[in-house]
Antibody, heavy 119, light 112 residues
């Protein structure tokens, strides 16, 4: 079965760079049409797509955060890494890793990891 | 703010029918892109509820149904139950943003 799990720091200081790793199993990111993305949710607020990387290395970023985000994949390790620079307290959120299938929906989610930005 | 707008909250008594709208524009729902719906119970990750506008994944009760028309989509819950109290989000793609997909603003369903 498909599983995804996020890992990374739970606390970062303002201006620091956040690096999150999604380790997945049950599918290959070299399969046509498949994508793995990052979605965040500030406490009490809505979901927000951050970035998405496809099987062919096509990358999509949220227009409002594009300058701060980088998404990469390591197909051999079944991992996707997201970096977000210049973290701010407003970036405090639960960050989810997600499997996006060919039809565009997220069929599988990680459990999420809460990242707090505070000095 | 999202390009997909949902009502902040809807409520209904057990057994009633409630609907949640997801209003977009000509660059997303109106352009023909599919709409998907998710249910998020408190403290948990979202769960796929409806995909491709009106399709239910295996295991989702048929009390949940989706539809799409023009630049909007809707999620209906019939025979509302206490366990349906949750946040609901729509998702689609917007061709004007060149980004990943977009989520709606989210709707809290309260069972009275």
């Amino acid at each position: 079965q498909i599983t995804l799990k996020e890992s990374g720091p739970t606390l970062v200081k303002p201006t620091q760079t956040l690096t999150l790793t999604c380790t997945f199993s049950g599918f290959s990111l070299s399969t046509s049409g498949v994508g793995v993305g990052w979605i965040r949710q500030p406490p009490g607020k809505a979901l927000e797509w951050l970035a998405l990387i496809y099987w062919n290395d096509d990358k999509r970023y949220s227009p409002s955060l594009k300058s701060r985000l980088t998404i990469t994949k390591d197909t051999s390790k079944n991992q996707v890494v997201l970096t977000m620079t210049n973290m701010d307290p407003v970036d405090t959120a639960t960050y989810y890793c997600a499997h996006r299938g060919y039809s565009g929906y997220v069929g599988y989610w990680g459990q999420g990891t809460l990242v707090t930005v505070s000095s | 703010q999202s390009v997909l707008t949902q009502p902040p909250s809807v409520s209904g008594a057990p057994g009633q029918r409630v609907t949640i709208s997801c209003t977009g524009s000509s660059s997303n729902i109106g352009a023909g892109y599919d709409v998907h719906w998710y249910q998020q119970l408190p403290g948990t990750a979202p769960k796929l509820l409806i995909y491709g506008n009106s399709n239910r994944p295996s295991g989702v009760p048929d009390r949940f149904s989706g539809s799409k028309s023009g630049t909007s989509a809707s999620l209906a819950i019939t025979g509302l139950q206490a366990e349906d109290e949750a946040d609901y989000y729509c998702q689609s793609y917007d061709s004007s943003l060149s980004g990943p997909d977009v989520f709606g603003t989210g709707t809290k369903v309260t069972v009275l």
